[in-house]
């Protein structure tokens, strides 16, 4: 029964810090797309980083679109990307937004796993089913949500303008 516990606190955590680092990382999207950091400017600001898709000139200017095999008609890039699948499932690395969306994503998957797990630790009767286990889970998520938009107000001012 004490392991039960454990594993169940335990698992708790595991849901509560996911949701805590994917507020963090939606907290840093935001500043990103508000283009309000003071480092690091063409790759953390979206208003600088378009350059980081798109294949430019040497003057500066975006290249006209190109046809590429790679899409199989599918789709069509506006411009010209700068390496293969820039502006689709590769966009992660072009600018701090995106980046910080696709690691907010993971934490999503890592935090309802984790919250499925604690579903399979606890014993299973029909009222548990119903409300407590999401209860649980949901909880655990909102109150790392809490703990990053406390970490924030506290810490984060100082990176940005």
């Given at each position: 029964?004490?392991?039960?516990?454990?594993?169940?606190?335990?698992?708790?955590?595991y849901v509560a810090l996911a949701g805590f680092l994917y507020y963090f990382f939606n907290e840093l999207e935001d500043e990103s797309i508000k283009s309000n950091w003071k480092f690091w400017q063409q790759w953390m600001n979206t208003k600088y980083s378009s350059t980081n898709k798109w294949a430019t000139?040497?003057?500066?200017?975006?290249?006209?679109?190109?046809?590429?095999?790679?899409?199989?008609?599918?789709?069509?890039?506006?411009?010209?990307?700068?390496?293969?699948?820039?502006?689709?499932?590769?966009?992660?690395?072009?600018?701090?937004?995106?980046?910080?969306?696709f690691i907010k994503n993971i934490f999503i998957l890592i935090g309802v796993y984790f919250a499925g797990c604690l579903t399979l630790t606890l014993?299973?009767?029909?009222?548990?089913?119903?409300?407590?286990?999401?209860?649980?889970?949901?909880?655990?998520?909102?109150?790392?949500k809490?703990?990053?938009?406390?970490?924030k107000e506290l810490f984060l001012k100082k990176w940005i303008a």
């Open positions: 029964m004490i392991e039960i516990i454990l594993t169940v606190w335990q698992q708790l955590l000139t040497e003057a500066g200017y975006v290249m006209p679109k190109v046809k590429h095999w790679w899409y199989f008609g599918l789709y069509q890039p506006i411009h010209k990307e700068r390496y293969i699948w820039s502006s689709t499932i590769l966009v992660f690395p072009t600018d701090g937004e995106h980046f910080f969306q014993p299973i009767t029909e009222e548990s089913i119903l409300w407590l286990y999401p209860f649980y889970g949901l909880t655990t998520f909102l109150s790392g809490l703990l990053s938009s406390i970490i």
